[in-house]
């Protein structure tokens, strides 16, 4: 069973936040406390348009059916996430903000001087700055599907939880990819979706298998995988080691910020693609 194993990290209220943190919170990065005043005001950025993921299924990045699926992307001021979030607007789909690849930095650069550029003893042990900063705000119904990056992602929740469920990269054998026809979700002026196929693209390997109610009789080794989960507060950080598969879910509205360092590509990452490589050669994918 998924998730049977404990849990990985503090689930209780955080001491800081005392379990509820609005717009505007103290958290604790390493030791250091940090004051995140993002959305402190709406009037700080709230007219700053970001990237938004809309999906009808709260899906971006998942396999449905024989694709792939990636969202429909939507400029959108960030006030408007907002309403719809707080029921005071109305928006086709279940929107997410995930823009990657620093869309803190590059989308909302007024938050920047409310948190840190980096975080410190991360940045000492890992002898180098983030790739990206990352900002993250959606709905509950918005999940991130089972993947693996190769980032040290030092995640932290400002306000509300993410519900985490993580595999070890030992895991791979019994974790099983395929391969998918890309696609992305479109928009129709009668605000339905469309899945178009991404013809110009190469296949994606992807994890067909969803870690909350896995198909066991398409996916037998999967019952030998042993999850782990845990639950990131407002106020916590967790550190997610690269390589590691994460499956992820959130409150409704919660917002949080990660640090993406690249990994090092030593001796523990030839040891990740033997694995790989050795499970697909045995046919256990
Ligand atoms: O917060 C999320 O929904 C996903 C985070 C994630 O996949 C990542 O940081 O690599």
């Known amino acids: 069973m998924p998730c049977s194993t404990g849990q990985l990290c503090g689930s209780g209220p955080s001491p800081i936040s005392g379990g509820g943190c609005p717009r505007g919170c103290w958290v604790v ?4 406390w940090v004051q995140l005043k993002v959305l402190s005001s709406r009037a700080t950025v709230g007219s700053t348009e970001v990237s938004v993921a809309v999906t009808p299924d709260g899906y971006a990045d998942a ?3 024989d694709r792939f699926v990636m ?3 939507r400029r959108l001021p960030l006030n408007h996430v907002l309403d719809v979030l707080e029921g005071q607007a109305r928006h086709p789909g279940v929107l997410y903000v995930q823009k990657q690849c620093s869309n803190l930095p590059t989308e909302l650069p007024q938050l920047l001087p409310d948190l840190e550029s ?3 003893w991360a940045s000492e042990a890992l002898g180098k700055m983030p790739d ?11 999940v991130t599907s089972l993947h693996k990056d190769h ?10 939880e993410k519900r985490f469920l ?3 990269p030992s895991d791979r054998p019994f974790i099983p990819y395929e391969l998918y026809t890309p696609a992305t979700y479109q928009l129709t002026e009668e605000d339905s979706f469309e899945i178009v196929d991404e013809e110009a693209m190469e296949k994606v390997p992807w994890i067909p298998l969803d870690p909350l109610a896995p198909d066991l009789a398409r996916y037998p080794s999967y019952s030998q995988a042993r999850a782990l989960c845990c639950t990131v507060q407002a106020g916590e950080m967790l550190y997610l080691p690269a390589l590691w598969f994460h499956h992820v879910q959130q409150s409704h509205g919660c917002i949080a910020v ?8 030593d001796l523990k990452y030839s040891y990740f693609q033997l694995l790989d490589s050795l499970t697909k050669a045995s046919g256990l994918d």
């Open 132 to 142: 990206a900063v990352n900002f993250w705000l959606g709905e509950a119904a918005a």
């Open 151 to 160: 980032y040290e992602n030092l995640y932290c929740v400002v306000s509300g």
């Open 166 to 168: 993580l595999h070890p």
């Open 258 to 265: 990660n640090y993406w360092y690249d990994m090092e590509y």
């Open 71 to 73: 969202p429909a992307e």
């Open 63 to 65: 396999v449905r059916g």
């Open 29 to 32: 990065l390493g030791g250091i």
């Open 118 to 120: 980096h975080v410190p």
